[in-house]
């Protein structure tokens, strides 16, 4: 099983990760969009969400505060507003 370089501490596969995302429980979700956030490079990121998706559950993610910052005015930039 290959893991996701940004989930150096938990064995999921790539495939597990995207089956968690698009229909897994809200916690797990959750966190591993945080984790991709805070941890993928910028163009790895799509790989796992869309921004469509990112946009509805960004608001309940934890994540650390200048890495909610970066995304808040990336989201100001495509016409987003939290």
């Known amino acids: 099983m290959k893991r996701p370089?940004?989930?150096?501490?938990?064995?999921?596969?790539?495939?597990?990760?995207?089956?968690?995302?698009?229909?897994?429980?809200?916690?797990?979700?959750?966190?591993?969009?945080?984790?991709?956030?805070?941890?993928a490079k910028f163009e790895d990121v799509w790989k796992y969400i869309t921004l469509e998706n990112l946009v509805i559950i960004f608001p309940e993610l934890k994540l650390k505060k200048e890495i909610k910052q970066i995304w808040k005015k990336a989201f100001q930039a495509w016409g987003y507003n939290f």
């Open 5 to 39: 370089y940004f989930l150096w501490d938990y064995n999921f596969s790539d495939l597990e990760v995207k089956k968690i995302i698009k229909r897994g429980d809200k916690f797990t979700r959750n966190f591993l969009v945080s984790r991709i956030l805070e941890s």
